[in-house]
């Protein structure tokens, strides 16, 4: 790991109170970046701010008054953004069949994911473009693989690989918009998955195992860095080899 690769780069992780943004955020911090931490359950994210030595907002990634107040505090800290990982929650609403899912349980997971990425563009896109910056988003494999119970969950991640293409154009060159696409991840969502259902969803994996979020988040800090200087508009499957393997089911 190189521990100088982001001196003095101020890097915004969201969902960053647990799973793979609390991940990224210490990997940034690591690496030397100033981190703020933005999510909406304050105990955890204040803890982990104090781990990683970053600065923790309150925000609700679907709130433009939340993002509002972020940048306002943030470029009178700062005065300036390199970095900008847009981490949204995962799967929020039921498993069940697109005519079971209401109108509110569709629109609350669109909002938390997709209406979020583009609230951070949207508040964050000139800033980056100003440090030559990098803007990234999390997607995942269900927007390239039907799996049943999960509609809402895949339009929203699927929009995100739309919406990444179509930001690394629009503000190209100043600013990079990459997308990285984990595939099953041991975070919180899978606490309420039976050992039966581990062991299946490892069979499917080439990897042999279930991926950490340390894995995403090195991922992410490469397309954040120098590194990456000539990646953008793309999407990093990092799935241990899921989707090549597995059936929708």
Not at 126 to 140: A, D, E, N
Not at 181 to 202: C, E, F, H, L, M
Not at 217 to 222: G, I, N, Q
Request: contains cysteine.
């Amino acid at each position: 790991m190189n521990t100088e690769r982001f001196n003095g780069r101020v890097v915004l992780v969201t969902g960053a109170a647990s799973g793979i943004g609390a991940e990224a955020a210490a990997r940034f911090a690591a690496e030397g970046a100033d981190v703020v931490l933005l999510d909406i359950d304050d105990d955890r994210g204040n803890a982990v701010a104090h781990e990683t030595g970053g600065r923790y907002l309150h925000c609700d990634v679907a709130a433009a008054a939340d993002w509002d107040t972020v940048a306002t505090s943030v470029h009178e800290q700062y005065g300036r953004v390199d970095v900008v990982f847009s981490n949204g929650p995962g799967r929020i609403v039921r498993t069940v069949a697109v005519h079971e899912l209401t109108e509110d349980e569709w629109d609350r997971q669109i909002a938390v994911t997709l209406k979020a990425a583009y609230l951070a563009a949207r508040t964050f896109c000139p800033s980056l473009g100003r440090t030559q910056g990098s803007l990234i988003f999390t997607s995942s494999v269900h927007a390239g693989i039907g799996v049943r119970g999960c509609a809402a969950y895949a339009a929203a991640k699927g929009g995100l690989l739309a919406l990444t293409r179509q930001l690394a154009v629009e503000y190209a060159p100043a600013v990079r918009v990459n997308a990285v696409v984990p595939g099953p991840v041991r975070t919180p969502a899978w606490d309420g998955i039976d050992s039966a259902g581990v062991a299946a969803t490892i069979a499917e994996t080439p990897a042999g195992r279930l991926g950490d979020p340390a894995d995403i988040a090195a991922a992410v800090a490469y397309l954040a860095s120098p590194d990456a200087s000539f990646v953008t508009g793309s999407t990093l499957t990092v799935d241990g080899g899921w989707t090549i393997s597995t059936t929708s089911s």
